[in-house]
């Protein structure tokens, strides 16, 4: 049975700093790339961040850049998104997901590309 739990969400005010986790269970974690994905209320969910199979390779929304950091441990089968300098327009759900290929791609960014998704967890920034 599939699993995915992303951890980590809270309240922070804008300057600060969240750690999130996404684990997973189920199925085999290092032979998928894995992405972190966000939605605000209102608005579509978007891709944030996309990490390849053995963590050499990242990729991030022009959004983050520079303010996140994507990782992952295949010996926990998990991967984290550091938040640094965090800022209210952050403020989404953010979940986690499963890449169909082992290489994140051009099209890192598009939710069908993606299985085995979590169910999220808040992040909310104040201003």
């Known amino acids: 049975q599939v699993q995915v739990v992303e951890s980590g969400g809270g309240l922070v005010q804008a300057g600060g700093s969240l750690r999130l986790s996404c684990t997973a269970s189920?199925?085999?974690?290092?032979?998928?790339?894995m992405g972190w994905f966000r939605q605000a209320p209102g608005k579509e969910r978007e891709g944030v961040s996309c990490?390849?199979?053995?963590?050499?390779?990242?990729y991030y929304a022009d959004s983050v850049k520079g303010r996140f950091t994507i990782s992952r441990d295949n010996a926990k089968n998990t991967m984290y998104l550091q938040m640094n300098s965090l800022k209210h327009e952050d403020t989404a759900m953010y979940s986690c997901?499963?890449?169909?290929?082992?290489?994140?791609?051009?099209?890192?960014?598009?939710?069908?590309?993606?299985?085995?998704w979590g169910q999220g967890t808040q992040v909310t920034v104040s201003s």
């Open positions: 189920g199925f085999t974690f290092d032979d998928y790339a």
């Open positions: 997901a499963a890449f169909r290929y082992p290489y994140c791609s051009a099209s890192w960014g598009q939710i069908n590309e993606y299985n085995y």
């Open positions: 990490i390849n199979w053995s963590g050499g390779s990242t």
